[in-house]
């Protein structure tokens, strides 16, 4: 058993045993209600499962997974171009700097080729 010299620790298994207690009040139910209130707000319900139109085909749903792949796309393209950029910037700022790392990124490619 770990020594409780450290308050901190003292306090926090204080803390759980409290929450053990009234989760065993409560129930596997009232605990689980606990959680979700408190992971979401009142402006957005819980649901139980998602929104199914009637008669609405498995490829309204492969479309719409589909525009969000192309929106994920054009996010990691505009990310890409940033870092580029900052990579650029980097290299016109600090030339002697980026030419010791391409000289050591050469070195440690030539050492592992050698290797094999």
């Known amino acids: 058993m770990p020594r409780m010299d450290n ?4 306090s926090l298994k204080i803390e759980q045993r409290k929450q053990r207690q009234a989760a065993r009040r409560k129930g596997n139910d009232g605990e689980l209600s606990d959680a979700l209130k408190a992971t979401f707000p009142a402006s957005d319900p819980v649901a139980a ?3 199914v139109t009637a008669g609405g085909a498995p490829t309204d749903y492969i479309y719409r997974m ?3 792949a192309e929106e994920l796309q054009e996010m990691a393209v505009e990310r890409i171009g940033e870092l580029e950029q900052l990579l ?3 290299i016109r ?3 002697l700097r980026a030419i010791a790392w391409a000289a050591a990124a050469g ?3 030539g050492f592992f080729a050698a290797r094999q």
């Open 7 to 10: 308050p901190a620790v003292a």
């Open 49 to 51: 499962q998602a929104p």
């Open 66 to 68: 589909g525009e969000e």
């Open 88 to 90: 650029s910037d980097e």
């Open 93 to 95: 700022a600090r030339p």
């Open 107 to 109: 070195a440690l490619v």
